[in-house]
């Protein structure tokens, strides 16, 4: 890059170290990190820092980290806090010393986005927050206004946005190609390693809808610009519950939604479970249906036409446009890419932009899933919530916001 284009890179802190970050629990190398490493290859990132509950979350971490530092060919290294022993609120030295060019993403339980977020963003640091925001309408309303007070930029990490077969549900609705849009199915499961092992120690603070279909919530809302009004849900407390876990097996949700010019009402059923056998061939199944007057959309978000055949690994559905490692160039070195990325990556080169006045948080406001257009998702997982602690009772969602 000519020195004239060279720009100061920003600093990124982690917090939160697990599965989506790393890829704990698992054989990859997880989505945010190989995002960041690479953002730091190119000079987008500068200094970086991790911040964990333990010790032992970190020395995980630093494994992941020397598996994806051979694959990239990269020699990236992180400040660690804690650096020794266990500290739930390690988070809180490590955001003492970033500077005022730095940003934080957060992806920890979702019980404590709220507090994190408002630490930072009380610093005046840009934040991505990863899915839900909170699990409250309450708490989400206390941090968009928080940062339109401080003038701070906040977004959270809806990934799907980024993927081309949700983008193309949003042009084929905008097109009118379906008609008028009437009602939409959505089915989204997990492995039980998931509620077992992965997330054993909050699990029983939510759900598979708040963990799964937040994701397709924001999707609807993105793509029909729906404005939802009341839902309802139920599940089921069986296999957990049996292995002394105080959670859902699976949760059943119905919102009814406004839509732009129609007084007519949208209806959006989600089944989720995350009780799925280990030895199913992709960590997810999802997909979408949507019906109009004029046409249906179906997409299964699982099955990407990709399936690997091994000896160590069983059968397994890939999808190449998550989150996957490619040769690039001669075919010596490797990058990341998929739309797991991309939602990384653009709130990285946000935050430099924001930094170098080139952008204003009021700007993004229209075409990311910043905090304040959080707020539709946020509700609905709160009225299900609400729903399901009341036996399956229609709550309303639309007034609260």
């Known amino acids: ?25 698992t054989s990859t190398c997880g989505t945010v990190l190989p995002a960041v490493v690479q953002a730091h290859r190119d000079g987008v990132v500068g200094r970086m820092a991790i911040a964990a509950t333990s010790a032992k979350s970190i020395e995980a971490f630093n494994e992941k980290l020397a598996t994806l530092n ?30 005022q060019r730095g940003c934080v993403i957060i992806v920890v339980p979702d019980d404590l986005h709220a507090p994190i977020a408002t630490a930072a963003l009380r610093k005046r640091l840009p934040v991505l927050v990863e899915k839900p925001l909170t699990p409250t309408l309450a708490e989400a309303q206390a941090l968009v206004a928080l940062a339109r007070d401080l003038g701070v930029y906040g977004a959270v ?19 009118g190609r379906l008609g008028a849009p009437l009602y939409s199915i959505v089915e989204y499961s997990q492995r039980r390693v998931i509620p077992e092992q992965i997330f054993r120690s909050w699990v029983e603070k939510a759900n598979p809808f708040q963990y799964l279909c937040v994701h397709f919530v924001d999707v609807l809302s993105f793509a029909l610009q ?37 007084s007519v009402p949208f209806v959006s059923t989600f089944v989720a479970n995350w009780i799925d056998p280990n030895t199913t061939s992709a960590l997810s199944y999802q997909s979408l249906k949507v019906i109009g ?20 690994g069983g059968i397994e559905t890939l999808n190449p ?43 993004l406001e229209a075409y990311r899933p910043t905090l304040c257009q959080a707020l539709v998702s946020t509700a609905v997982v709160d009225g299900v919530n609400r729903s399901l602690a009341a036996d399956g009772a229609w709550m309303p969602v639309g007034p609260m916001m």
Request: proline share 5%.
């Open 293 to 312: 007057t004029e046409g249906r959309y179906e997409s299964d978000q699982r099955d990407r036409g990709l399936t690997l055949i091994t000896e160590a």
């Open 70 to 99: 051979r694959r990239l060919d990269t020699a990236a290294r992180f400040e660690e806090f804690p650096a020794q022993g266990t500290d739930p609120e390690a988070w809180r030295q490590a955001l003492a010393g970033l500077g």
């Open 226 to 262: 729906a404005v939802p009004r009341r839902a309802m849900a139920v599940g089921q407390r069986c296999y957990l519950r049996g292995r002394s876990i105080d959670a859902y097996d699976s949760v059943q949700a119905c919102i009814e939604w406004s839509l732009p010019g129609s």
């Open 157 to 175: 990490d809806f990934h799907k946005r980024w993927d081309l077969i949700n983008l193309k549900l949003k042009e084929t609705i905008e097109d």
């Open 321 to 363: 446009y998550f989150t996957q490692s490619y040769p690039i160039g001669d075919g010596t070195r490797r990058a990341y890419r998929g739309y797991g990325i991309d939602s990384v990556r653009t709130f990285l080169e946000d935050v430099q932009d924001l930094h170098d006045g080139r952008r204003t948080p009021g700007e």
């Open 1 to 25: 890059m000519p020195e004239a284009e060279r720009r100061a890179p920003i600093d990124v802190l982690i917090v939160g170290a697990g599965m989506h970050v790393s890829g704990r629990g």
